[in-house]
């Protein structure tokens, strides 16, 4: 079942003078793990921030479940966004360093009014527990957490909202290897028990080729090659993907 | 043996506390051989790597004992001229980000020059060095500044650098961490391809142990400021004598590993000012034993050249629990 | 923690104390008038002497204390309001927005403050209402620009794209998020902001525009103390004294948080 479509979707930054995404289409599956992978510059997070309409596209559309996200009204986005979420790179910055662990949780509920008040700290309690940190982290601040630890409270944060649609953006980039493993853990189990549909962005192709169903290989904003991770890792169509291949490490 | 590390140890001070986080390192580097050392953020790496021609700044780290002997000469007694003599001059260093290794109001020529030391013509060693490290576009191009330079190309013009005054020893901290596979592939074709040609020592410092296994040819692996295992890069990829490398080779992802969940090494690396009793490592060890956390294991033999920190790898290897691989 | 910051809290403190609670500080009634003893000097009743209406120096300048705080104070606190708020919107919004209240800014920067200051009491009636709010309402413009700056940074940062994600309103994020972490700047330029504000009230109060008599004021003590310089210098010294000593200590701690909050 196609979850979200996207139809020629483009962005350019006019101060910058490029085109940061360039006329891209593509179709998500439910239930899949699609790959994003692509060099610094490429667009690739500029085309995650699109999709959740963190910015707004110069043209193209983006449907989920056969919806154009262009022609619904403000408050109907703002539901929507329970159903589609993000994790970013970044642990550092994608928390507000004076905000507790519980309270990033608990914001979540405040803004949607979807739970009693007093359930809050119990739904933040599990959630913590859900990405493996417990009742012990609830007050805690970010600056008081490692790098691995705070990835989690953001996975927890994008989970409140019980989100069919998870943007994943290099979320184990600027982690260590060990931890980076922990967390690839924690969200392909999460995946799997949840039913998630994730977007799963990096420029690692061991990451990709790791826990990918399909992949999209991104380059100066368009996509030049995409299919099933057997395929394209096994057979590369393109040019620039056989290059990236070759430079791997394994 | 053109470097030897004895015994280190360093303390960092944050504010009133001083904080031990190297905590008695050896590491050898022959004429010649590249010795790459893997470790996690905050094991000490990077402070081991600074400490050879003492650069750490003063005020927060302090070498408080061991010898680094350089051709003989233990760099740590050395005073500052002594020091001024090697650094850039027979140990260089390149750091991880380029561009903020570079004086951006200096041009690539100005800056390959100072570090040649010449102040004459010395437009045909520049000549040379810029097409040594792939930079022949720039020859004779002598109003480049950095800016103007794409990020790979500043990591090239960095080692150019590094290599003007023809060292003995290049300290690579962790070289391609900012760079994008494609040109971190071709960064590391430089590096060997300089390495061969200059017969340069180098000491490859990274977290990602993907890059170091396919550069180094000794490896050491680092955990909370010790080294716990040593050996040659074979014995290290196909017969790890450390549960701790064994958990960093597990947690690589890979194509070949697909859809199977990781296994990861548990917890955190623990913080300096709370080390746990014993092996470091073992509150995090899936072989732990009661005698693991009693005493901080030696660096023991595992195979010739090849040392390991764990008092269990014998038992584990004879049982047949960790093979080979 | 620095020294110096430590003597510029004990200062602010000390000049704290003394405003709460003035009525048990001064031996006096600070308007009560006393023909019998006119300008004279410290003494062991009158500390700090009495002036040409023969009331008490001491308990004048505990008093005024407490009004040129206030004033300090409150008039900062309007500053800071439109301040912080200006400067968020203008940050977070961007575009015309921002066009629009940086032009405004620049304009407000153009004015000699204090000339526009006088124009504007002078159609007024110099009450200390007014000389607050007009001095906080000249005042605020550093701290909007510091604001704006600090939103503009911070609004690129991920966790403010976190928020959006997850339902939050320009409302939420604004209040909750952008300007609680863009406050460092902005409250070193408050505590300087209140030795400034201080300046003006007693600048004004000695031109006899500020706090009118019988209120005493740091500022209009001076002013009386002018008159009588030749015969009672206690009475130009001690208020001079106590203007030069609060600022100092106000600045004192604005640099101690500078450093503090801003490395």
Partial sequence: MELLKVDNLSKAYKRHRVTAVDGVSFPVFKGEILGLVGESGCGKTTLAKLLLRLINADKGSIFYKGKDLNLISYSDMRNLRKDLQVIFQDPYASLDPRMKAGEVIEEVYDIHKNIPGREKRNKAIELLETVGLGESYLNRLPAELSGGERQRIGIARALATSPEFIVCDEPVSSLDISIQAQILNLLIDLQKRKNLTYLFISHDLGVIGSICDRVMVMKSGRIVESGLCEDVFKHPANEYTRSLLKSALF | MLLQIK?????????????????????????????????????????????????????????????????????????????????????????????????????????IKESLGEKNNADGQIAEILESIGLEKIIGRKNIYPHELSGGMQQRAVIGMAIASKPDLVVLDEPTTALDVTVQRQ???????????????????????????????????????????????????SNPGHPYTIGLIDSVPSFEHRKKLFNAIGGRAPLFSKLPEGCKFSPRCRFKIDKCAEKEPELENVSTGHVSRCIRIKDLRADGIIKGR | MNKLTIFGICIV???????????????????????????????????????????????????????????????????????????????????????????????????????????????????????????????????????????????????????????????????????????????????????????????????????????????????EGKAVMGAGWWMMVFPGAAIFITVLGYNLLGEGIRERLLK
């Fill in chain 2, 7 to 111: 015994n280190l140890k360093v303390n960092y001070r944050s504010g009133s506390r001083a904080m031990e986080v190297v905590r008695g390192v050896d590491l050898g580097i022959d004429k010649g051989e590249c010795r790459g050392l893997i470790g996690e953020s905050g094991c000490g790496k990077t402070t081991v790597g600074l400490s050879i021609t003492k650069l750490m700044p003063e005020r927060k780290g302090s070498i408080t004992s061991g010898e680094i002997l350089f051709e003989g000469n233990d760099i740590l007694k050395m005073d500052e001229e002594g020091l001024r003599d090697i650094r850039g001059r027979k140990i260089s260093y390149v750091f991880q980000e380029p561009f903020s290794s570079l004086n951006p109001v200096f041009t690539i020529y100005e800056q």
């Fill in chain 2, 187 to 237: 960064i590391l074709d430089l590096i060997v391809e300089l390495k061969n040609k200059m017969n340069l020592s180098i000491l490859f410092i990274s977290h990602d142990l993907r890059v170091v296994f396919d550069i180094a040819d000794k490896i050491s692996i680092m955990y909370a400021g010790k080294i716990v295992e040593s050996g040659p890069k074979e014995e290290i990829v």
């Fill in chain 3, 13 to 223: 403190g000390f000049f704290i104390v003394m405003a709460l609670f003035a009525p048990l500080i001064a031996p006096y009634n600070p308007e009560e008038i006393d023909i019998g003893s006119i300008l004279t000097p410290p003494s062991s009743s009158h500390i700090f002497g009495t002036d040409s209406l023969g009331r008490d120096l001491f308990s004048r300048m505990v008093y005024g204390g407490r009004i040129s705080l206030m004033v300090g104070l409150i008039a900062v606190g309007i500053a800071a309001l439109i301040g912080i708020a200006l400067g968020a919107i203008a940050g977070y919004y961007g575009r015309w927005i921002d066009a629009v209240i940086m032009r405004f800014i620049d304009i407000m920067l153009c004015f000699p403050v204090f000339f526009l200051i006088l124009a504007v009491i002078a159609l007024m009636e110099p009450s200390i209402i007014n000389i607050m709010v007009i001095i906080g309402a000249t005042s605020w413009m550093g701290m909007a620009r510091l604001m704006r700056a600090e939103i503009l940074s911070l609004k690129e940062r991920d966790f403010i794209y976190a928020e959006r994600a997850i339902g939050a309103g320009d409302a939420r994020i604004i209040i909750r998020h952008l300007i609680p972490n863009a406050m460092a700047p902005v409250l070193v330029s408050i505590t300087l902001g209140v030795a400034g504000a201080i300046l003006v009230e007693s600048s004004l109060s000695f031109l006899g525009i500020g706090v009118q008599p019988p209120t005493p004021s740091w500022g209009n003590i001076l002013s």
